[in-house]
């Protein structure tokens, strides 16, 4: 009991003042390497990742989440924000994300083979995220409308809540194949596990992904522009993104 | 190395949250327990309700009225800077809800095992109604007030809906073990989803294991 | 000087009835006698205040402690009763010390401990109740309602736990303990032996009803022989000198002295 009541006191102390950052689950790998550079450089500061759905992130800000920065997977839910007052700057672009079709290695499966592979007798699910509150959701939808295939296909979906959950049910083997973000696969675990083809880009609108402080970040300008600094944008591209103003 | 500080931030709010349970509890459970009036049934039926519902129906009821945009969230804001939503302390209001049947319950029943004679002798013996709750009721009931800490302790380890909706994923703050469960397996971190797991598994086990040795001592 | 007058709706077995009853009483071991379910529990709670009757008045010594006309109702608290209850209700976390010093007025140690003693407990003190015998247990019980020093000693049925053996000797205690605290006393039971052997005035309640009332003449009996004869027990005694031959038939006997108690 007394261990316990020593950690009570611990955590009500330690409490460091820090840029608290919610993102598009598209970034679980890339900002977490960007946020590591930026910590490297200004030790002072914490920054603390919170990942999920861009719907989820604008729907909690609105209701008076805590996070300082927003990184959203479209431009619209930053725009809304910022039309409705809950965000101090702009919004600004700051990639343009791809979609990819994406199996486990050891399914045997080739995405290549899009969109027949679908029909592969192997694959009885198919994992898409929500499209209702994800942007790459919404892009694998409008992908598979161009291709003709969503009311065939649609049987067989399982619904992430985010792009990296919709992953998580591709490696776990609750599905076979599934849309996920061109950013997620080069993560190391992924890659390793899994392949991918890229969808063309003409298959659906573009993924331009926007960023904004909201009102409740009053000192996080240095970690804003940071996100624009060459050492980012090198993460980015690492991770597949193309950089708005650029070609691929 | 894995970062264990959700775990600490979860059983700190499970261990607040039952502490404030007990003392919110041992009144309600005995207005419950022993009044006639039909408010009392009423009552007894509203505090069940977090058993029954979905979490999620809690949370999003606790979202609307934790917001700013609320009655009550403006006027905690306002009046003593309170703010419950992503907050710690939201979490522990809500937990407290989360968790009140896991209290109530066992202290009504534990309310309604000491015999009415023990009541009736203490007051005709000349003692108030307070103090044959605090020497002659509460120490004729240990083992339910024991069941209801146990009890409201793990039921809130493991709370996830509710911490979802209202909590959001604070470090420090509201990402508690559940959390990081559930967001270590969107990232393909098993290994901290295991450890994690672990954790709370044998946390739960070991507090179930305790509360019956107590127990069993107890009735021999 | 006591009077009880209370009316007060019951639902019984056989239907709802009123309990009504008017009587008044001093000093003495006045006994409530009648079946089950005929109110005379819910009399005795009546006056500890544990139960409202519709209407009535009690009043104790001068003081009044139930009046329906003038809206009157004291707390069970408020009213000094020694109330010992059918299955004692000792407080299972306390020692049979902290027991008898529960309701006491000013804490008084060494008074409680002499209560012990007169009931020769007072080794086992520090005992918790489930460690003692039915019959000590029936003894703390006394003790702990007279060391409220109450005005009026209620008992409901306290020695219809004991075993046969047990019960005579705890009579004479009873009997005792009230002599020599001249305390008012209203016992409730529903044995005719029991209500002679300890009675001064006898109550007997039938469906809320007093139904009469007895006050058992004592005459002292002395045994002198027993025969069979057949079917009859036939008991040769001695009263006030005069030898007597008593004849019972063994069955009656069987079932009970009660038979030959006066009707």
Redesign the interface.
Known sequence: MLFLLTLLVFFTFVKAEVIRVFAAADLQYALREIAELYMKKYPEDKVELIFGSSGKGYAQIKAGAPYHVFFSADMKYVESLYKEGYALKEPKPYAIGRIVVWVRRDSGLDPSQFPQVLFDKRVRKIAIANWEHAPYGRAAKEALESYGLFDKVKDRFVLGENIAQTASYITSGAAEIGFIALSLTKSPKLEKMGRYWLIPEDKHKRIVQGYTITKEGKNVDRFYQFVESSEARKVFVKYGFVLPGEKP | MIDLGALWLTIKLSLITSLILLVVGIPLAYYMAYSKSPFALILEVITTLPLVLPPTVLGFYLLILFSRNSPLGSLLENLLGLRLLFTFEGLVVASVIYSLPMMTHPLISGYRSVPKNLIEASWTLGKSKLETLIRVILPNMKSSILVGLVLSFTHTLGEFGVVLMVGGNIEGQTRVASIVIYNAVEAIDYKTAHIYSAALLLLSFFSLVALYLINRRWFL | MIRVKVKKKLHGVKGDFWLEVDFEMGAHFVVLLGPSGSGKTTLLRSI???ETPQEGYIEVNGSVWFDSKKGINL?????????V?Q?Y?L???MSLLENVM??M?IKDKGKALELLKKVRLELLKDKKPHQISGGQRQRVALV?ALA?EPQILLLDEPLSALDEDLRATMQEELKNFQREYAIPTLMVTHSWEEALKLADRIIRIEEGRIKEEVKPKRTPLKFIDKRLEGEEVVLTVSIEGKVWELSINKKDLLQGVSKIAPS
């Open positions: 500890a205040g544990l707390p069970p608290q408020k009213r000094q009763v020694g109330f209850f299955d209700a407080f299972p976390n529960y309701g007025k702990r409220r």
